[in-house]
């Protein structure tokens, strides 16, 4: 449920609004707190104290997971150590690994930066395959994958994902003579993301200049690129962004969609594009389910029950988070068996019935918590049964170690100019000379 300026910041600021399922809850982000601080080994009740390194409000703490994990084991005392952006908190962590001072007993790792850790910095996590206990098979294939070394080193397990689908406004969509359900709304575009730019195309003719198909540019091309197995990195590690196929495809179909006026001139997550939501602006966006937060979070009371969730074109994933437990950490038995607990699915399944964070782990999908899922925004519709589908059809996608800095090329410096008037063939050369320029830093 998380994501960032492709990444990063993208990530730490949906979690200022984490889908509010069940009864409602929405919590909001967690200030800095001191993750400069080591691990401690106990209190002053002779308890072994866990602590935790996080960043943003991952929601162990809110669903209730350490007070139940506290009572099931007395002897225990969990601390969690929460920097607020994930940008702040990562290169905090690598100088810790690197120094081997100030850690926690566990670290969060955030999806963008899984590949890199998992390449420069495995041999300082326990191998969390070995844990007993933990089988590979209680994960998503490519979950489990994305934080294993080629020597089968598994630095973390994994807590959330963020299964793509199409949140989309029922009134909009009926005003501008399109069907409103579901199923019918995903038949317009299924398998193919040219479909829903031409579903953009018969919007537009009839909703007018009020509203937008989609709301923004770097949406839209960072849930095409999602959909795909490579997209910035090849298998063997080499940067493939510039001749890769299927990014210039996406940013191609991006621009058109631009220069059709069928998405806003908005970057994600900022003021400006919060207030689109609060005014109804858009009809669509692509919707992990912790983007379901963000946009209760960021609308008005009336918008309650008027949105819902179609299957995206083609399955993808936005976001997601491991935890690993470093090898000099006071605690390490401990902090292994608490791991494990939190990625459990029964576990998982709750953080996604109070948070929103959809669980990582297969054996959740069926659990009451997730099939009976609900969400004030889309009101009955069964969000938890949706995801899941989703989750289930993800493709095993080649991560790199770079990802953010290539990604946010092609948002920030790259499709948005089109809708500033520069023409795709100017917006994709900028966005290859920013993006060079990042890599050669």
């Excluded at 390194?53 to 929601?59: A, C, E, N, R, V």
């Excluded at 162990?60 to 702040?88: M, Q, S």
């Excluded at 994600?268 to 209760?296: E, H, R, Y």
């Excluded at 576990?347 to 297969?362: D, E, H, M």
């Amino acid at each position: 449920m998380r994501a960032a300026r492709t990444g990063t910041v993208r990530r730490a600021m949906a979690l200022a609004a984490v889908a509010s399922l069940g009864a409602g809850l929405l919590a909001g982000c967690a200030d800095d707190g001191d993750d400069e601080s080591g691990s401690s080994s106990g209190d002053s009740k002779g308890k072994t104290t866990i602590t935790l390194g996080l960043f943003g409000t991952m929601g162990f703490k809110e669903a209730g997971l350490y007070d139940e994990y506290e009572k099931l084991n007395p002897d225990i005392n969990i601390e969690e150590n929460v920097t607020e952006r994930n940008e702040n908190y990562y290169p905090a962590l690598v100088n810790h690994l690197t120094t081997g001072s100030g850690l926690q007993d566990i670290q969060a790792i955030e999806i963008a930066n899984i590949a890199e850790v998992v390449q420069t910095q495995s041999d300082k996590f326990v191998d969390m395959a070995k844990v007993s206990g933990v089988k590979p098979s209680g994960w998503l294939d490519w979950k489990w994958q994305q934080a294993t070394t080629k020597d089968g080193v598994t630095v973390g397990l994994g807590t959330d994902i963020g299964p793509m689908a199409i949140c989309y406004r029922k009134d909009l969509f009926e005003k501008a003579g399109l069907p409103t359900d579901r199923e019918e709304v995903g038949k317009l575009w299924a398998g193919d993301w040219n479909k829903f730019i031409e579903t953009g195309k018969k919007y537009k003719e009839k909703a007018g200049k009020d509203t937008f198909f989609m709301d923004s540019p770097g949406g839209l091309i960072n849930a095409i690129l999602s959909s795909e197995e490579e997209k910035f990195y090849d298998s063997s590690g080499e940067v493939i962004y510039k001749t890769n196929p299927a990014v210039k495809a996406a940013f191609d179909l991006t621009a058109e969609a631009a220069e059709e006026g069928l998405v806003q001139s908005q970057t994600q997550f900022q003021p400006a594009w919060d207030t689109t939501i609060a005014n109804s602006k858009f009809a669509t966006v692509a919707c992990p389910p912790w983007m379901l937060g963000t946009i209760k979070g960021k609308s008005q009371p009336d918008a309650a029950g008027k949105w819902d969730v179609a299957a995206a074109p083609k399955a993808g994933n936005w976001g997601g988070t491991f935890l690993g437990v470093p090898k000099n950490g006071k605690n390490v038995e401990e902090a292994q068996k608490l791991v494990t607990w939190l990625t459990a699915p029964e576990q998982q399944a709750k953080l996604f019935s109070v948070q929103g964070n959809f669980p990582s782990a297969p054996g959740a999908y069926k659990l009451p918590l997730v099939t009976g899922a609900k969400n004030e925004m889309t009101g009955d519709t069964p969000i938890g049964e949706i995801f899941a589908k989703a989750a289930e059809t993800i493709p095993s996608q080649v991560i790199g170690p770079k990802d953010q800095i290539i990604q946010q090329g092609l948002t920030d410096n790259g499709v948005i100019l089109v809708t500033q008037g520069k023409s795709p063939e100017e917006a994709w050369d900028n966005a290859v000379k920013t993006i060079d320029n990042n890599l050669e830093k």
